[in-house]
Every structure is written in structure tokens, then in C-alpha cells.
């Protein structure tokens, strides 16, 4: 039966009573036969009618059926986790066993209680003593040939007690110093030249860094983890490598000491090895090590494969941005990661540096210099190119003044012939040219007049030339020619760019973060009335009699948020009247405006074809607004609706209800605000539920999270609220369709409802 039918076959129901008289067996092989079929197909309305035999075996005298009792109990609560508190009570009887198989299988039964409801950790860290002797027992005792494996005791029972001690001491004081000892004895003792041993000594660690444990028993951890790097298995370097990743942000001083092993990893020739090896090193990196892991990172990203060059390069950025010691050593490692990763170097990084550069004048003359001699070796690195040609144009008198650490001796001719052969370079693209034009074009005010007309034939050369951007900057330039080179005017104009202040950056910082994740601009809830709205201020109806064009008005929240497209020409508007303009409420409380507004109409099409799929609920285009000339705003038939509306069944099927309570505001006719509730009659609780809405194109919905997405069983309820707003109200009809998906022992239902909301909404 276990071999041809699984718990979805419907024959099984006439099975329950036969497997429960096999329970009943006097032959302990045919009730074990039992245990097990149910513990593989069990449905959930066989494991609660067969919930009471289990049970009832699970104090049986016999070894044999306590361990196929325990495993069968882990279907059972898992079908019905309501039946949890029936098994509690008589968990503890089986770690009195000596049989490990009862051990065992009585650990797995404690875990699954454990993670299915932290509850019951609670209740079960009153053993974590007994469940200490069993381990100590396990470590400290002789061979026993029947539990054996490799020269370890029952490892398997090892395993599961090590993990049922993480889940107990997790969080808990007391419960961790009573773990203490038995960890730092099994991370000593146990013999790790053996995949067995590595697999104790893994537990243990795991459960070390999970409870509140001591800090030299985490640094014993952290070794152990050492030691797994130099074993010759690749699993368990990656497991150990994977570890310390996680660890590192605990203690990472402790993680430093095997910095050496670990950037030997690097040299694996396994690429999840190297890969886990690089996330590993980036957070490893600080102040005191940067410039050892920096140099070690150059050798490893130099004879890195092409997959690894972009994240490392852009990471090894990362890093050297945040932790340089100095400018000097900043500028020297930036310029050789471009030399090395090249066009795997992102554009931000160049950004970066010539910030830094144009922002400290004690670099300058030093930063010139060295990227003119990377420029002199290398104009491959279209990246490296392009900034030393930016910071030659900046600073080409500091780099011909020479002196400094290089003592370099450069003339202004050697300068522009190097720019020259950038320029025929066939690995120079349209925009390292652009960046040479601009910069010869500087160099025209920081160089001597004599060379003032080569560098005008070099720039107007492009004159012709295909690319519009580059074309314009050639032409632009020449008519500055036209100019007198020693005009103010000219040396003001290609002077040094300014270096932009912090403030600015750090508002610029502010603004992008509210653009993307910031609160809106205007609440849903101060829409529906739940918040006081200020004071309109007063409004001129007189129309200004100015002939120039009115100013634009600037972009209004509601408009971004409905998507509707702003009023234009509307005369001395203030920010009340703008809302009234644009939705023809009166949303602020002021004075109806005496100057006549365009209303402003959304155009749409059927407006049943344009509800979204429920398969794809994202879908639909925004409305697209057209001024419609003389169309007065449309009326309701009625009276607008006030205040709560009387609840009404939208869904009830399969002993799920759902009901709708609709919420109006006679200012905010459009408006409706849905508070939802779904109950459950059945006996088994719906999990991973999950409600959808579709609405037309011209209704714009928000929907907030439910209360919970668990339905309790026997009259569990479940709330979720949204609000719609009805772009064309009293024009086309509210319409919703939702669709709830959920799980019921573990299958899944979905069903799909129309709303029918009730006339005048």
C-alpha cells in the first residue's frame, strides 16, 4: 500500500480502521508495519482519527514500537498541529530509554515540536541536563561495537542532540552555561580525521555560535573552522568557508588569525572555493590589514578567470575607497585595478577618483604624474585612460612644473604628443575622445601661447567628425578661439572645475533616498478625513491682466499619485485650489474658485476589458488624460453615500467566508475604504493565505497586509483593509474581482469571486 497509493487517494479512508487493529496486534512487527504506513501516506483525517493509538504506543514497553511510535508522531503533528499538546506530556519519558533507537528517534519527535511552535522550546529546556549526560555519555564512553561507526559512538544520536542543545540554549542563559562543558569536550575530544568526526565537530560549532556561549569556547569554534580549511575535501572546506562568513561579523578577531589559510583559497582550484574565499576576504578587510589583503586581491584579480573580473574588481574598489590609509595609496591602487580589470572597473569608480583628486590639493601634483606615467605604458584601459586624460587637462601646469616623489621631467610638447597618440589610438572610443578634446582645450590656458595653435588644429579636427556630441564640443571650443586666450573671460570659463561641498552631496544623498523609499507626499488616511487637513489659504479670484505667460505650476502630489496629468493655464491658483482643479473636490475645505477650470477627463475604453488578469495582477497602462472643452463635471443620481455601510458576504464556499464592511466619506465620493474579514468554519486551520484584487484600468487600488496569514480553525478570522479610488466616479460602476489562494492540510485551494458592491458606491 505504502508502494502504490500516497495520502491523496481517497481509498485510504477505508484503510484507517484496518491499520488501527493492526496497532492493536499482539505481534509487535505487524503493529510497526502499521506505524510506518501511516507515518509515509497519512492523510490528515486518517492521522487525527489514528492521533490516539499513536499515542497510546508511545508508552508502549516495547523499544521497538516507542521508535516507530516517535516517527509516526512527526507525520501525525505535522497533518494536525493542533494535536501537539497531546504528545508533549509523554516526549520526556523516552529520553529515559537506553535504547538509542527510542534516543534518536525521541530527539527528532523534540525538534519538530521545537521549530513548529517556540513554545514548547520552553517547556523542553528543563531536559537540556538529561539530554547533556546522554551526550557526555556518548563522548566520553568506550567502543560499543552494536553503535559504532569509524571509532564514534553513534554519531546520528550525536548529531541530533547537538542540534535539539541549539534550539534549547538559543536565547537562553541558563540553558547555554549547562551546554557549556559538553560542547568544549566534544569539540576537543572528538577525532576530525574523519568525515564522521567533521560531521560531530560541524554540529557542534553550529550550536556553539548559536547559543549564548562563552568567548573562549567561541574562539575553539572559530579554530575548529580553521582546521576544516586545511582539509583536502572541498565539501568541507566550502562548509567551513561558508561558516566563517557568517561568523566573522561576531567575532572577527578570531576569524583574523586564519586570515593566511584563508587567502590561500584563493589559489583553489575549485571556483565555488574561491568564490566563498572573496566574500570571506571582503569582510575580513579593515584599516589594519588593508593594504596586505588590497595586494594580495591585485595578484588574485591579475590571473583571474573573466567571471570573477567584474565582481571582484568592483569590490576591491569598494574596499580600498573605504579603508585607505592615505590619498597617495588610494590614488596608486585605483590606478592599477583600472590597469588590470579595465573595462571591468565601473564607471562610478573613475567619478570617484577624480573627486578625490580635484577635492585635496596636496594629491594633485602627485595623482598627475602617476597617471601620466600609466598613460605613457599603457592606453589600452579605455577607464585609465580617460581620467588621466581628465586630470592632465586639470592639472597639465602642475605636471610640466616637475619635482616631486616620480621627479619626472616632462616638457608641455611631450604632453600633447602623448594626447596625440590617444587620439589615434584604434582603442580609443568616442568618449575617451570627447574627454581628450575637453582636456586639450584646458590645456590651451595652462600652457604657454606658443603651442596655442597645434592645440587649436588638434581640436578642430573633430570639426567633421560622425559622432554629434564630439562634432559639437570641436566646434564649440573653436569659437572660443575667436577669443583672446588671456582674456578673463576665457581663463574663468576653462578654469578648474569647483569642488562640489559636502552639504551638497549629503542633501543629494537625502533627496535620492526619499525619491526611492521615502513616505509619500499625502496620506491615504488624510484623504478618507482620519488626520486634520490645514487651513486653505486665501485665493485672488481676479485673474492676473499680466501678458507674459503664466508661470508653470509646479508638479502636484496628487497628480503623481493618480497619475492624472496637471492643469495648465490655471491663473493664481493656490495649493488648495490645485486639487480642486485637478479632481474636482473640494479636498481642501476652501472657497469654490470663481475663475472657470478645464476639466480634465480620462479616456477610456470598455470598461470591463480592462480588468487585470488575476494570473498577472501588475498589468494595465496608466490613463492617459485628454482635455475635454466645455463638459461640465458629471453628478451623482443620488445623494453621496456617508459613514459605514452594512457588511455584506462576497465569497462563501468550502467553509471559507468572506465578508466586506464598505466605508464612505461624503466629501470623498470616489473614495471607498473595504475592511475585509476571513473566517474559517472548518477544523483545520487555512495556511499561506494570500488575497488578490483585480480593478479596471481607471481604478486605482492599495491594498494593506492582512492581519495574519494563518485562519485559525473553528471560526478564525483573518482582517485585511484596502481603499479604491474610482477615476471615473459616477460614470462607470465600481468593479472588483478577488481571488483567495490558501492551503488546507496541505493541499492547496484557490477560487475566484465578482463583487457586487451595493448601488450608489
Not at 6 to 29: G, I, R, S, V, W
Not at 698 to 722: A, D, E, H, M
Request: charge should be negative; include cysteine.
Amino acid at each position: 500500500m505504502m508502494l502504490l497509493m500516497d495520502e491523496k487517494y481517497e481509498l485510504l479512508t477505508m484503510a484507517t480502521n484496518h491499520m488501527k487493529n493492526d496497532m492493536a496486534h499482539p505481534n509487535h512487527f505487524v503493529a510497526g508495519l502499521s506505524l510506518c504506513a501511516l507515518g509515509n501516506i497519512s492523510s490528515a483525517s486518517m492521522a487525527r482519527d489514528l492521533a490516539p493509538e499513536v499515542e497510546r504506543l508511545l508508552a508502549s514497553s516495547n523499544p521497538y514500537l516507542r521508535k516507530k511510535a516517535a516517527l509516526c508522531a512527526i507525520r501525525v503533528l505535522r497533518k494536525c498541529p493542533d494535536l501537539m499538546e497531546n504528545f508533549v506530556p509523554r516526549i520526556r519519558s523516552l529520553l529515559s530509554e537506553r535504547n538509542h533507537g527510542v534516543l534518536i528517534t525521541g530527539t527528532s519527535l523534540m525538534i519538530e515540536l521545537c521549530e513548529a511552535d517556540p513554545n514548547n522550546v520552553e517547556f523542553f529546556r528543563r531536559l537540556a541536563p538529561t539530554l547533556v549526560r546522554i551526550l557526555k555519555n556518548l563522548v566520553m564512553s568506550g567502543i560499543a561495537p552494536e553503535y559504532d561507526v569509524s571509532g564514534i559512538t553513534d554519531p546520528f544520536l550525536q548529531v541530533k542532540i547537538l542540534h535539539l542543545l541549539r534550539l534549547l540554549g538559543k536565547g537562553d542563559q541558563e540553558s547555554s552555561d549547562v551546554c557549556n562543558d559538553i560542547l568544549a569536550q566534544v569539540a576537543t575530544n572528538t577525532d576530525h580525521s574523519r568525515n564522521v568526526g567533521n560531521s560531530i565537530l560541524y554540529e557542534a560549532v553550529q550550536t556553539i555560535m548559536s547559543i549564548e556561549s562563552e568567548k573562549d569556547l567561541r574562539l575553539l569554534a572559530v579554530n575548529v573552522l580553521g582546521g576544516f580549511l586545511s582539509n583536502r575535501d572541498n565539501n568541507i572546506r566550502y562548509v567551513a568557508l561558508n561558516s566563517l562568513t557568517r561568523v566573522v561579523s561576531a567575532d572577527a578577531e578570531a576569524v583574523q588569525r586564519h586570515r593566511n589559510t584563508i587567502v590561500d583559497c584563493l589559489k583553489d582550484p575549485d571556483v565555488s572555493i574561491r568564490r566563498r574565499a572573496l566574500d570571506l576576504i571582503y569582510a575580513l578587510v579593515n584599516e589594519a590589514n588593508i593594504k596586505v589583503l588590497a595586494a594580495e586581491l591585485l595578484t588574485f584579480l591579475q590571473n583571474s578567470t573573466v567571471e570573477f573580473k567584474a565582481d571582484l574588481a568592483t569590490k576591491l574598489c569598494s574596499v580600498t575607497e573605504r579603508f585607505a590609509p592615505n590619498k597617495r595609496w588610494h590614488v596608486d591602487t585605483i590606478l592599477k585595478i583600472m590597469g588590470i580589470a579595465g573595462a571591468y572597473v565601473p564607471d562610478e569608480v573613475a567619478s570617484n577618483l577624480i573627486t578625490l583628486v580635484a577635492a585635496n590639493a596636496d594629491v594633485q601634483s602627485y595623482a598627475v604624474q602617476k597617471v601620466y606615467m600609466a598613460l605613457t605604458n599603457d592606453n589600452e584601459s579605455q577607464i585609465l585612460v580617460r581620467v588621466a586624460v581628465w586630470c592632465i587637462g586639470e592639472f597639465g601646469d602642475l605636471l610640466i612644473q616637475g619635482g616631486g616623489e616620480e621627479g619626472l621631467n616632462v616638457t608641455e610638447n611631450d604632453v600633447i604628443d602623448l594626447l596625440v597618440r590617444v587620439a589615434k589610438s584604434p582603442s580609443s572610443t568616442d568618449l575617451t575622445k570627447e574627454y581628450l578634446v575637453t582636456a586639450l582645450m584646458k590645456l590651451t590656458t595652462r600652457f604657454s601661447s606658443a603651442n596655442t595653435a597645434r592645440l587649436e588644429q588638434l581640436i578642430t579636427q573633430y570639426q567633421n567628425n560622425m559622432e554629434v556630441e564630439l562634432q559639437q564640443r570641436s566646434c564649440e571650443y573653436g569659437q572660443l578661439f575667436k577669443i583672446n586666450n588671456t582674456s578673463v573671460s576665457n581663463k574663468t570659463l576653462l578654469g578648474r572645475i569647483p569642488v562640489t561641498e559636502v552639504k551638497e552631496q549629503a542633501a543629494r544623498e537625502v533627496h535620492v533616498k526619499s525619491a526611492e523609499g521615502g513616505p509619500s507626499l499625502i496620506k491615504w488616511d488624510d484623504l478618507m478625513g482620519d488626520s486634520p487637513q490645514p487651513a486653505a489659504p486665501a485665493v485672488n479670484p481676479t485673474p492676473s491682466r499680466s501678458n507674459a505667460p503664466p508661470a508653470a505650476a509646479p508638479l502636484d502630489p496628487m497628480a503623481e499619485l493618480f497619475g492624472f496629468a496637471p492643469v495648465a493655464t490655471a491663473p493664481s491658483v493656490s495649493k488648495g485650489d490645485a486639487l480642486k482643479d485637478l479632481l474636482g473636490l473640494d479636498l481642501m475645505g476652501g472657497p469654490a474658485p470663481t475663475t472657470p477650470v478645464t476639466p480634465v477627463t480620462p479616456v477610456m475604453g470598455n470598461p470591463m476589458g480592462g480588468l487585470d488578469s488575476l494570473m498577472g495582477l501588475g498589468g494595465g497602462d496608466i490613463m492617459s488624460p485628454a482635455p475635454i472643452i466645455s463638459t461640465p463635471t458629471p453628478t451623482m443620481p443620488t445623494a453621496p453615500l456617508n459613514g459605514p455601510l452594512p457588511a455584506f458576504t462576497v465569497y462563501s464556499k468550502g467553509g471559507l467566508t468572506v465578508t466586506f464592511e464598505v466605508v464612505k466619506n461624503a466629501q470623498y465620493p470616489n473614495i471607498t475604504l473595504i475592511n475585509a474579514t476571513f473566517s474559517n468554519v472548518q477544523q483545520a486551520p487555512l495556511t499561506e493565505f494570500d488575497f488578490k484584487a483585480a480593478v479596471p484600468k481607471y481604478i486605482k487600488l492599495q491594498v494593506n497586509p492582512p492581519s495574519s496569514n494563518v485562519i485559525g480553525p473553528n471560526g478564525g478570522t483573518v482582517t485585511q483593509s484596502f481603499k479604491l479610488m474610482n477615476g471615473n466616479h459616477g460614470e462607470k460602476p465600481l468593479l472588483l474581482k478577488v481571488k483567495m489562494d490558501y492551503k488546507i492540510n496541505g493541499a492547496a485551494a484557490s477560487d475566484v469571486a465578482d463583487v457586487n458592491f451595493p448601488p450608489g458606491v
